[in-house]
């Protein structure tokens, strides 16, 4: 077992994951420390031409596929918008996407949903559901007078009509087509997706990868949010799923998300969100992930999770070990470090995010309506939560196993394919969440990886942070600190490092490991205790002192994965029933420790 010690060079102060996400910027600045010795001098251009060499092919990080791509992308998309509506399926595409599409207003609320609409109050037939669209629209988009103008146009055209199409493409003809609502509707229909399926096109099907509909996946959101000056600015986000032409080859996820400016014309921006290559063999299975990847982009899939959930959820489940969760002044209202998914541990969980949540809004009852779905019925977490608020939801949503498998799957696109690695045997998997006063909530989730090869070993942390009123969302994806084996080569180092530039920042940091042995590493804690220091302590045979309590960490996370250890005789005086001292306790002999095995 080896314990890990800190570099040569003078540690900065490690802040708390709160004030790193506070302070995050989205990229790494500018005097950010080298990260390895092969790195220290080569730039970007540098990291990609050895990154080029070993794998025999031109380069192209992430972002800069984004950009080149985005570009022509907002230029299609605005083109199609830029259309009169006589050029475009607008009247025949509507109704039929009615059936998958949801507008949410800036507060979160869901002001319209057809599934919801048919429960709750079924419409007569296709113009009354058409008129609810266009009032949820026109009421949160424009003014007063222009939203009750549009609404009487419509009444008037489509008084009495028998058929939605032609009646509705009547009215669409008679209206101002540049007011926010019925540029919005333009970016309902089939044909403003298709510069986002053309360039999926140009960097899969005409490399190879033929693809087609995965169908009952397109599913469409309109975001009615807020500028930066109170204006609207709403947002259409279309999701779908394609499917390769030979069965289960590969599947992926990809969404188009159009922000729809106020002040006219459009922005675009396509991602795939998630993919599985379940039938490609090597070498074809790398091949397509390398042609994949830099078009990716996680940042939807988090959304669409967290706003979705519990929907379709079969089990609620915490992927961790060890689970802490803080309340709005930062006690401790859980700590559990051998934390188990049996049924009593999560009910004691959700009560107690409950009551932080309580305590942040005056009136809240979950508490006792956790006991009851608990007490009444078996726990299903599909229907047990749904019964459940949206706010309470989405707390739940942030520490969930799916929300953090996105995170995983997204640091295995950027690292997995040519580094694979596992997760480290016996090192903690930590999740805390931290409940703010105003019911915002904040989750860190901490894990160690282990290279198949035993070349290198790095900590992520995925870290999300949340206002449930309204709801928004963030998330970042980093890596923490990071070790490089002796038969490691240069060259390998540079790739692992450009491979996962993107998750390097500031304070992410390689460190070297130092074997030492278990005894001399207690030493030197027991004898910095007895002189009262807990601060820096050099223990023999490593470069840089560490802290007693960074040390005592490092000790019990490399005894943790031991699959035997021996037991510690822990001595202690006798007290009687009133808490007194025995007068015999110090007669007891002592028992001496059992030899220590090889």
């Keep these: 077992r080896t314990v890990r010690m800190s570099s ?25 420390p080298p990260r390895s010795p092969g790195t220290a001098k080569a730039g970007k251009a540098g990291k990609a031409a050895s990154l080029g060499k070993l794998t025999n092919e031109p380069v192209v990080t992430a972002p800069t596929q984004r950009k080149r791509l985005g570009a022509k992308l907002a230029a299609d998309v605005g083109a199609i918008v830029a259309k009169p509506f006589d050029r475009l399926p607008v009247s025949t595409d509507l109704l039929r996407l009615s059936r998958c599409f949801t507008i949410v207003g800036a507060d979160g609320a869901v002001l319209y949903d057809h599934a919801r609409l048919m429960e709750e109050h079924p419409p007569a037939g296709d113009v009354e559901e058409g008129r609810s669209m266009l009032s949820a629209l026109a009421s949160r988009l424009e003014t007063s007078e222009v939203a009750e103008g549009l609404l009487r146009a419509y009444d008037s055209v489509m008084e009495g009509a028998k058929t939605f199409g032609a009646p509705f493409q009547a009215f669409l003809s008679q209206v101002d087509q540049t007011c926010l609502s019925m540029r919005t509707l333009k970016c309902l229909c089939q044909d403003v997706i298709f510069p986002g399926v053309m360039r999926l096109h140009e960097q899969l099907y005409a490399k190879g990868y033929p693809f087609k509909d995965n169908h009952g996946t397109w599913r469409l959101q309109v975001t009615l949010q807020r500028a930066g000056g109170g204006q609207p600015l ?46 490609l063999q090597e070498p074809k299975r790398t091949e397509f992930k390398n042609l994949i990847v830099p078009i990716m982009d996680s940042r939807p899939a ?15 489940t915490l992927l961790t070990t060890s689970l802490t969760i803080l309340g709005p002044k930062g006690e401790t209202l859980y700590h559990d470090a051998s934390f188990t998914h049996d049924r009593d541990s999560l009910c004691t969980v959700l009560s107690t995010v409950a009551k932080a949540l309580a305590s942040a809004e005056s009136g809240c009852d979950l508490p006792a309506r956790i006991n009851e779905v608990f007490s009444a019925q078996e726990f299903t977490a599909g229907k047990c939560l749904a019964q459940f608020p949206p706010q309470f939801n989405r707390v ?52 160690t990886e282990q290279s198949d090869a035993g070349l290198f070993e790095f900590v992520w942390e995925f870290i999300a942070g949340a206002d449930t009123n309204p709801p928004r969302l963030a998330t970042r994806l980093r890596v923490d600190e990071y070790t490089f084996a002796g038969n490691m080569t240069a060259a390998e180092r540079d790739m692992w490092v450009t491979l996962a530039d993107s998750l390097l920042d500031d304070g992410s940091r390689e460190v070297r490991v130092v074997p030492v042995p278990p005894v001399d590493l207690l030493r030197a804690c027991c004898d910095a205790l007895e002189r009262g220091e807990t601060g820096a302590v050099r223990v023999p045979g490593t ?22 250890l021996p037991f510690v005789l822990v001595k202690e005086p006798m007290t009687d029933a009133a808490g007194e001292e025995s007068g015999n306790a110090g007669d007891l002999p002592d028992i001496p420790p059992p030899a220590p095995s090889v």
């Design 302 to 316: 988090y959304v669409d999770y967290w706003s979705t959930f519990p929907e379709g959820l079969r089990a609620w």
């Design 8 to 32: 040569d060079e003078e540690q900065p102060t490690k802040l708390s994951y709160v004030q790193r996400f506070r302070s995050f910027s989205g990229a790494r600045g500018k005097s950010s």
């Design 543 to 564: 470069h840089a002192p560490a802290s007693v309590a960074a040390l005592l960490k490092q000790m019990h996370d490399a005894l943790a994965g031991c699959a035997t």
């Design 234 to 279: 709403p947002t259409v986000t279309h999701f779908k799923g394609q499917k390769s032409h030979e069965p289960d080859a590969f599947e992926f996820s990809w969404v188009l998300e159009i922000k729809v400016n106020p002040a006219g014309g459009v922005t675009a921006e396509c991602n795939v969100t998630s993919f599985t290559t379940p039938g």
């Design 396 to 447: 739940l949503a942030l520490m969930s196993q799916g929300f953090i498998a996105l995170a995983a799957a997204q640091l295995h696109n950027a690292l997995g394919a040519h580094f694979p690695y596992h997760a480290k045997v016996g090192a903690p998997r930590d999740l805390e969440l931290r409940i703010g006063p105003a019911g915002q909530a904040t989750v860190c989730y901490r894990k």
